[in-house]
């Protein structure tokens, strides 16, 4: 019943049903208990919730002015979500079969433009375009920390992500550093922006792994 709500809730029942089994997934967490993940699992729920990232930008673009902050926090309550699933072993195992990758590749999200954000009718739209990056980096360092730095599959993914969305995260950096600009809105949010991004680069071996592939490349050619 509280994922039903959380699916197809009205108004802020969608959000108390998300604020609901988030606490439950965090009460499993501590005391170990796979219950509620496995319960989400037999529901097909984060399936659903991973689902939904698809649809982020779509979303915000085609709502009213006056309707958007409503459904920022039900992304943000949704994301916390996903996040705390993806923060034990079982959890990150069900997120990544569920099609995170592909899904957060559909959205596009990293693909848009850091500068403009998602072109969302909104003064701070580039402050809420940083937070949807944050929330979303956050769940995939939890799901490459905890499916541990020595699973191929898992590694794979995230490296393709950072390598498809390098653009994005070089503007990121170059934002934080002051190049091009001031820098506006929340400079804390934009330095945990650069620790995420940080974060996964280390965690995934990306600059090693590409070092790796310019040395392969450069043999190849000399042969």
Do not use: W
């Not at 969302?120 to 980096?137: P, V, W």
């Amino acid at each position: 019943m509280i994922c039903d709500d959380a699916y197809a809730g009205k108004g802020t029942c969608k959000i108390s049903a998300l604020l609901l089994l988030d606490s439950l997934v965090t009460l499993g967490n501590r005391e170990g208990s796979r219950y509620v993940i496995d319960a989400f699992g037999r529901l097909n729920f984060i399936g659903v919730i991973v689902d939904s990232i698809k649809s982020i930008p779509y979303e915000l673009r085609n709502t009213n002015h006056s309707d958007i902050p409503a459904l920022l926090a039900f992304y943000t309550a949704l994301l916390a979500l996903l996040l705390r699933i993806s923060q034990t072993r079982l959890g990150a195992t069900h997120v990544v079969n569920a099609g995170l990758f592909p899904a957060i590749r559909t959205s596009q999200i990293f693909s848009a433009d850091p500068d403009i954000g998602l072109e969302i009718e909104n003064t701070q739209a580039l402050e809420k375009f940083f937070r949807l990056m944050l929330s979303l980096l956050r769940v995939i360092n939890a799901v490459v920390v905890s499916r541990g730095t020595q699973n191929d599959q898992t590694l794979t993914q995230a490296r393709e992500f950072l390598q498809e969305n390098r653009g994005c995260a070089v503007s990121v950096f170059k934002r934080n550093a002051g190049i091009g600009g001031k820098v506006e809105g929340n400079r804390e949010e934009l330095n945990e922006l650069v620790d995420q991004f940080t974060l996964l680069v280390s965690a995934t071996g990306f600059m090693e792994s590409e070092e790796k592939k310019f040395e392969e490349r450069d043999r190849n050619v000399f042969s």
